[in-house]
């Protein structure tokens, strides 16, 4: 199958549900900046060719705010990732599994950045997201917690809090994937679970939800933001942004982990 047609199927596949969700946004301090429920539906025709998203964010008083795309697999299916009508930079990078991507391929000087990571599990998806001001600077950061079941959710925990620290076990052997931006996914590899990285800051969240990224990017330096989720005693699962020196995105890693 062609990378790019595979590529739309995995979204196609994993996504095209009612995503009934809590968002909470963090300052760069671990603060909570706001929290609201929100909805994320999906449509599309009989041959999943044509995809619309309407975006719900229920605020203060029952206010909503919303925001809707469409997409084209004529148009939106690239090479070199799926566009996404928001902005001509970002791109969305989908394994089989449903984990993925929405990033904005190039760092600018002068210009935000930013990228989700999405990851699947049954019924549940959950997001993390990261924005950069223009200077750099991280700004923000989001905790994206889905259920396709409805709400509440009955896995997902009402608590919003950062947690000052998480115990990881030393030795974590799982294995990983890349995919590349031209949609290439490479073969299933061992791997060791690394957390600690010189200039991230992390963030430890409720739901087993963890986050560290650079506290500021720029060009000339290689840097990476990563999300995992201890989804359960048995379980977790890594996902890695990689860009290089010019501020252009390399990779997205996903790992599993088997916890003993």
Not at 70 to 92: C, I, T, V, W
Request: proline letters at 5%; aromatic letters at 16%.
């Amino acid at each position: 199958m062609e990378l790019k047609v595979q590529n739309w199927k995995n979204f196609t596949d994993q996504h095209l549900y009612d995503w009934h969700g809590i968002w909470t946004r963090y300052t760069p301090t671990g603060e909570v900046k706001e929290s609201f429920r929100s909805l994320r539906h999906f449509e599309s025709n009989i041959d999943k060719t044509e995809i619309d998203q309407l975006n719900q964010y229920i605020l203060a008083d029952d206010n909503i705010k919303e925001q809707k795309w469409h997409f084209s697999q004529k148009e939106n299916s690239l090479p070199d990732g799926m566009f996404h009508p928001q902005a001509k930079s970002m791109r969305g990078y989908f394994f089989p599994s449903g984990h993925a991507t929405w990033a904005v391929t190039q760092l600018q000087e002068g210009f935000p950045f930013g990228l989700e990571l999405f990851f699947r599990y049954q019924h549940l998806r959950h997001s993390v997201g990261f924005r950069y001001d223009d200077q750099g600077n991280l700004f923000t950061i989001a905790n994206i917690r889905e259920d396709s079941a409805g709400y509440p959710s009955f896995f997902w925990s009402t608590e919003l809090e950062s947690f000052p620290s998480r115990n990881f076990s030393n030795n974590l052997q799982g294995t990983s994937i890349t995919l590349t931006p031209d949609l290439h996914i490479s073969d299933p590899l061992p791997t060791q679970f690394t957390w600690s990285r010189e200039g991230h800051q992390v963030f430890y969240l409720p739901d087993g939800v963890s986050i560290s990224c650079p506290e500021k990017v720029a060009n000339g330096t290689a840097f990476c933001c990563v999300g995992n989720w201890l989804i359960n005693e048995q379980e977790m699962q890594q996902l890695i942004a990689n860009y290089d020196a010019s501020g252009n995105f390399q990779s997205l890693t996903l790992e599993r982990y088997e916890l003993k």
